[in-house]
């Protein structure tokens, strides 16, 4: 059975600062990995997804994720953040078959300080 | 291009009174749809998705029900609600394929 981990509800980054949302994923067939973002009283906002090929993705709004098989990982990335990244973050593998049914972590509450 | 709406954005209503949120998708046909509830401080629960029209799976057993009289359009209902039916409910779609869910703007109901 499919199951993702966010490590960390709350994450908080001064402006300007690396932003990193962990994300750790169990899956019995190949993976497909997708991160969401979700500004308050908003529905989820995809930032970006890997299926098959280059293991770094990158997303919208200068995001990127790599996929790691051997550590079951699809950490979350941004160089430098700005104060409009404040958000909720959702790290979901899928659960495989035709429904395309996803799997939600908890989510990380992304902060950032000025 | 594909969109998704929801209505209502905000819902009150009063314990034991019947409930139906609307959602309908736009610029694309036979969409996999979905029903999440996300709780406060909780991540999201899928309750219900459908592969086609009249084609509903129920993920956990609850208080609501949905249907799909169209294509397009995907309705979720209660016939008595449940203060433990307060919540923010989000409508879902996807494609065919490898293709990523697109959700809508969601709807915030509260229980009196």
């Known amino acids: 059975a499919q199951s993702v981990t966010q490590l960390g509800s709350h994450v908080s980054v001064s402006e300007g600062a690396l932003v990193l949302l962990r994300c750790n994923y169990s899956?019995?067939?190949?993976?497909?990995l997708f991160w969401y973002v979700q500004y308050p009283n908003q529905g989820l906002q995809l930032l970006l997804k890997?299926?098959?090929?280059?293991?770094l993705v990158k997303g919208i709004n200068g995001f990127e994720a790599e996929f790691k098989k051997s550590e079951t990982s699809f950490h979350l990335t941004k160089p430098s953040a700005h104060m409009s990244d404040a958000a909720e973050y959702f790290c979901a593998v899928s659960r495989g078959g035709s429904q395309g049914n996803l799997i939600f972590g908890k989510g990380t509450k992304l902060s950032v300080k000025p | 291009s594909q969109t998704i709406h929801q209505w209502p954005a905000t819902l009150v209503q009063p314990v034991g009174s019947p409930l139906s949120l609307e959602c309908t998708v736009e610029?694309?046909?036979?969409?996999?749809l979905y029903w999440y509830r996300q709780a406060a401080g909780r991540g999201l629960q899928l309750l219900f998705y459908?592969?086609?029209?009249?084609?509903i799976s129920s993920e956990v057993p609850q208080n609501l029900s949905a249907s799909r009289p169209q294509d397009r359009q995907f309705i979720l209902s209660s016939k008595k609600l449940l203060l433990s039916d307060s919540g923010f409910y989000l409508c879902?779609?996807?494609?065919?394929?490898?293709?990523?869910?697109?959700f809508g703007d969601g709807t915030r109901l509260s229980i009196l």
């Open positions: 899956s019995s067939v190949p993976p497909y």
């Open positions: 459908s592969v086609g029209i009249g084609q």
């Open positions: 879902a779609w996807r494609g065919t394929g490898n293709q990523p869910q697109h």
């Open positions: 890997y299926t098959t090929g280059a293991t």
């Open positions: 610029g694309t046909s036979n969409p996999n």
